[in-house]
Nanobody
Framework: QVQLVESGGGLVQVGGSLRLSCAASGRPLDTYTVGWFRQTPGKEREFVAVSGYKGGNSYDRDSALGRFRISRDIAENKVFLQMNNLKPEDTAVYYC?????????????????WGNGTLVTVSS
């Protein structure tokens, strides 16, 4: 099985950028669909972006499309989430997750493996 560790979170001002990393060990990430999710206190974990191991990416229309970009580095066994033009509502704990499903899945229940999350705080 694969183990996931997120990094790159922190405090950033409105309009700033961050790049989150999801480092994998145990298995190569190019055999998994990898998604990014986020969660704030009292709310359900929500989908942000996904990268399919057979190719293709997809983004949540409201939160990420046009501002975030998901990418892979196969050699480093990592998946990244570049986040630009950050807003206060982007403040959350961000999680990466891996799925053995070959399609661009968006539901928490479709993912078997999860990291522990990295906190992103956007200050106004």
């Amino acid at each position: 099985q694969v183990q996931l560790v997120e990094s790159g979170g922190g405090l950033v001002q409105v309009g700033g950028s961050l790049r989150l990393s999801c480092a994998a060990s145990g298995r190569p990430l190019d055999t998994y669909t990898v998604g990014w999710f986020r969660q704030t206190p009292g709310k359900e974990r929500e989908f942000v972006a996904v990268s399919g191991y057979k190719g293709g990416n997809s983004y949540d229309r409201d939160s990420a499309l046009g501002r975030f970009r998901i990418s892979r580095d196969i050699a480093e066994n990592k998946v990244f989430l570049q986040m630009n033009n950050l807003k206060p509502e982007d403040t959350a704990v961000y999680y990466c997750a891996a799925s053995t499903r070959a399609i661009l899945v968006r539901h928490v229940s479709d993912y078997e493996y999860w990291g522990n999350g990295t906190l992103v705080t956007v200050s106004s």
